[in-house]
């Protein structure tokens, strides 16, 4: 960088050069989640999320910063140079929004008018108006273009923004729970029927796409205190690699595309998807806090999946397979809370914030879970013993052998639970379990067995 005049102001623009975040994006964001979780709430409640608010606006957590702008802009401070900012925000809330790292001396708001300043550099994005270029001694561009146009005095090239953060921020890891809408085609042998397994695909996207959109919103409602997280701080929304507008946009566009697949599906297909984005708004915003009624959630939109499976296909559930879900899928949504108090024991903390547990609740949340695990296997023992298998496989008697399976499987994994060696998602972390893939693998040659 140029080291200029000293006694010119260098001039820089908050957003889109300082600030790696839209704050108005972010503070629309901000009264939306308070709307829908007034709406959402009781009276109780809203007087706890009212004495919430304090501490959870927009300001309030350190906002991600272009470190390369940042740095240059000491840099000129250090040798005492007159440094400027460009910004329609009141000057009490550009201190909170920079806090510790406020070297301002004066606040300008160039959309207004360019005052009297007659001498300054200038640093800005590609969004800066061009009267404000043209009366610029030197001008520094910030973008995410990686070579500097030639009249630019020099460049600023930043990560903002990009495929592979855009990508991160579906988590299409987790669209393996997805895999779920295919339980139906397999239990009632239509696997090779090419309309319902051609459905069932349509599905799986569709499901996928209104969970990412889901995980794109709460992230987007929780920007502020996943800053204050000392991991998810480093989400692409909250470290401001994709901005909140982009983040709405790619958002709508998930919900375009579940929309135009369940126009390839029965009608049915379109309400279980509508309930299942409506879960998990509800979830993200209210029902998460709530104690029981969490896991309740969880096991539901676990027990969705498979249902919309079952909507692809127009096909019946039948009551053991349901059962099955619910139960099964509730014990999971209870190891993963169990997870989370084990690790929060383990940091000799009481309880986390946000959610109805605390440590002390441990034991019955084993004990709960354990028990809505086995209450599966007794559900699995009632259909292996019914009139019902027969319709689907020739030799039923074989898939006796998945009772033993599913009992080992649930025994391990909350015994690993309880040692503390389950620190995510219990389904994530089966897919990485070698005894998990293991026991999967084992499943499905009995299934086969028993055809």
């Known amino acids: 960088m140029p080291n200029p005049d000293p006694q010119n102001i260098l001039l820089c623009a908050l957003e889109g050069a300082l600030l790696k975040t839209d704050l108005k994006s972010e503070r629309f964001l901000h009264r939306i989640k308070n709307k829908l979780e007034r709406l959402l709430s009781s009276k109780l409640d809203r007087q706890r999320l009212k004495s919430e608010r304090a501490d959870t606006s927009v300001s309030r957590f350190e906002i991600p910063l272009n470190l390369d702008v940042y740095e240059f802009l000491k840099n000129e401070k250090s040798k005492g140079r007159r440094i400027a900012l460009d910004t329609t925000e009141p000057a009490n809330s550009i201190h909170e929004i920079l806090s510790d790292k406020n070297i301002f001396d004066e606040i300008i708001d160039t959309s207004a008018a360019l005052l009297d300043v007659k001498n300054y550099d ?266 019902l298998i027969t319709q689907y496989y020739s030799h039923p008697k074989v898939i006796w052998f998945l009772f033993p399976l599913l009992t080992y499987w649930l025994g391990r994994l909350w015994i690993l639970a309880n040692r503390g060696e389950v620190n995510e998602d219990p389904l994530i972390f089966a897919i990485k379990d070698r005894a998990s893939l293991m026991v999967a693998a084992l499943s499905a040659a009995i299934l086969l067995a028993a055809n």
């Open 122 to 387: 200038y640093i800005g994005s590609d969004k800066t108006s061009q009267a404000v270029w043209n009366g610029s001694s030197a001008r520094y561009l910030v973008s995410t273009s990686t070579s500097t146009p030639t009249n630019f005095t020099s460049h600023f090239a930043t990560q903002s923004g990009g495929l592979k953060p855009a990508l991160k921020t579906l988590r299409a890891y987790q669209w393996l729970k997805n895999l779920l809408v295919f339980v139906p085609i397999i239990t009632s042998q239509q696997f090779s029927n090419p309309e319902a397994l051609r459905n069932s695909i349509i599905m799986f996207f569709c499901f996928s796409a209104v969970a990412s959109f889901g995980y794109i919103v709460n992230d987007l409602l929780d920007l502020q205190s996943d800053r204050a997280h000392r991991i998810k701080r480093n989400r692409p929304f909250a470290s401001g690699a994709i901005s909140a507008k982009q983040g709405m946009f790619i958002a709508l566009t998930l919900l375009l595309v579940a929309a135009v697949g369940s126009f390839f599906l029965p009608p049915s297909s379109a309400l279980v998807l509508l309930c299942y984005l409506l879960l998990t708004i509800s979830y993200s915003l209210y029902l998460k806090t709530k104690l029981m009624i969490d896991v309740v959630s969880l096991g539901g939109m676990f027990t969705l999946r498979v249902i919309g499976g079952a909507a692809a296909i127009d096909t019946e559930l039948s009551f053991y397979l349901l059962s099955f879900s619910i139960f099964l899928f509730s014990s999971l949504g209870m190891v993963k809370r169990y997870a989370e108090l084990h690790s929060l024991k383990t940091q000799k903390k009481l309880a986390a914030r946000g959610r109805g547990y605390r440590v002390e609740d441990m034991a019955p949340v084993r004990i709960i879970g354990i028990s809505l695990g086995y209450m599966s296997v007794f559900i699995m023992g009632l259909y292996i013993n019914s009139p």
